[in-house]
């Protein structure tokens, strides 16, 4: 059983920025890599960014530079703070989780998604 809690979206102005964060709880062995995925009405779920407990990321193209992800292994908590936010980057945003639940067991998990809408 691996939970994963969303905080952070909302309403924000284009330009303006934001930070999501993302807290895996539950009983588990390890996560190896942690995600942001997002999904606008009509497109399909996207990658945003990724990074795993090494610290080795991976951003979409669209976000490079004004998307940022860290991770706190110690709190099992991954962040994205988003700069200069446009309009097309509003979207549910979905945690992601790539769980060892065991030492022998590998699988991801989902958040349930929060809100981000930018627009003035």
């Known amino acids: 059983q691996v939970q994963l809690v969303e905080s952070g979206g909302g309403l924000v102005q284009p330009g303006g920025s934001l930070r999501l964060s993302c807290a895996a709880s539950?009983?588990?062995?390890?996560?190896?890599?942690m995600g942001w995925y997002r999904q606008a009405p009509g497109n399909q779920r996207e990658l945003v960014a990724a990074?795993?407990?090494?610290?080795?990321?991976n951003y979409a193209d669209s976000v490079k530079g004004r998307f940022t992800i860290s991770r706190d292994n110690a709190k099992n908590t991954v962040y994205l703070q988003m700069s200069s936010l446009k309009a097309e980057d509003t979207a549910v945003y979905y945690c992601?989780?790539?769980?060892?639940?065991?030492?022998?067991?590998?699988?991801?998990?989902w958040g349930q998604g929060t809100q981000l809408t930018v627009s003035s």
């Open positions: 539950g009983s588990f062995f390890s996560i190896y890599a």
């Open positions: 990074i795993t407990s090494g610290g080795t990321t």
């Open positions: 992601n989780a790539d769980v060892l639940t065991t030492v022998y067991d590998r699988r991801d998990y």
